[in-house]
């Protein structure tokens, strides 16, 4: 099936108002959820880097999208940026603003050191899956300052859905 856009995302609670903005019907669960409509496809991997990269591979069997997007909460080592900060971990020169990202294979507390403004589990996983013939976006939005807990799913649901005004315009 031949689609414009995919949408990856690590959890249900990030994909749910993704899955009500853009309109989609599930198309599969087994082993990942997946949910299109004619221009757009959403997998929801599960966290980390090998779920992540087994779900891309899947999905770049069935779909060939023109632009691949991960949008996901991320912990964010600057306690002045405010949670629900949006960024974009791979473009200097949108409207979005740019943060550096790092992942790691399990939540970063504040007494680790980091490196990059953002960390996540899945996003370098994300740019290495994805031909780079193929456009590729990482939307972050803070959802923490470094705590390992991962937040209440009506929490990263808010989070994503506030946010999806900004970066939905690079889906299309």
Not at 76 to 85: A, L, Q
Request: with cysteine.
């Amino acid at each position: 099936m031949k689609i414009k856009t995919l949408i990856h995302t690590a959890l249900v609670a990030e994909a749910k108002p993704i899955v009500r903005f853009f309109a989609l019907t599930c198309s599969g669960r087994i082993p990942f959820n997946i949910y299109t409509n004619e221009d757009t496809a959403l997998i929801v991997s599960g966290i980390g880097e090998e779920k992540t990269k087994e779900a891309l591979a899947l999905t770049f069997t069935l779909f060939k999208p023109h632009v691949a997007i991960n949008v996901g909460i991320a912990g964010c080592n600057d306690k002045n940026i405010k949670i629900g900060s949006l960024f974009c971990a791979t473009h200097k020169n949108l409207s979005i603003p740019y943060a550096s990202l790092s992942s790691h294979k399990s939540g970063v507390n504040c007494d680790e050191n980091i490196n990059s403004c953002l960390v996540d589990e899945e996003g370098e996983a994300f740019l290495s899956s994805i031909p780079t013939c193929t456009k590729r976006y990482i939307f972050k939005v803070v959802s923490d300052h470094l705590d390992i807990t991962i937040p209440a799913k009506d929490k990263v649901n808010s989070l994503i859905q506030k946010t999806l005004p900004l970066w939905s315009v690079y889906a299309r």
